[in-house]
């Protein structure tokens, strides 16, 4: 894993603990991130993942100059989804996969 996906994975984990989230899973990939938490019931999936691309994009952009060449770090999709029926050990053991584990 490069500088920038350890700093990226650094301050996704660093906002999680700061709003209470419970990183369950964190997958990197070159074009995309798997990630599993446990949030507050008020938090709305969309909010988590907003303030999550806000944060890295704008710390990474500074510390990584060569970043502020793209367009932007981050796409507007993702997808989000409750683990209501589906066990969090099933969740996991698919990110698992994604990275190659």
């Not at 999709?77 to 698992?96: G, K, L």
């Amino acid at each position: 894993m490069g500088d920038v996906a350890k700093e990226c994975r650094r301050l996704i984990e660093a906002k999680c603990r700061e709003r209470g989230w419970t990183v369950l899973e964190l997958a990197m990939q070159p074009d995309h991130v798997h990630l599993f938490i446990r949030g507050w019931p008020t938090d709305a999936a969309a909010d988590i993942v907003k303030e999550c691309k806000a944060l890295t994009s704008h710390q990474l952009r500074k510390r990584y100059p060569q970043l502020r060449r793209l367009p932007s770090l981050w796409t507007r999709s993702y997808f989000a989804s409750t683990a209501a029926n589906v066990s969090a050990d099933t969740i996991q053991r698919y990110i698992e996969a994604q990275r190659g584990v």
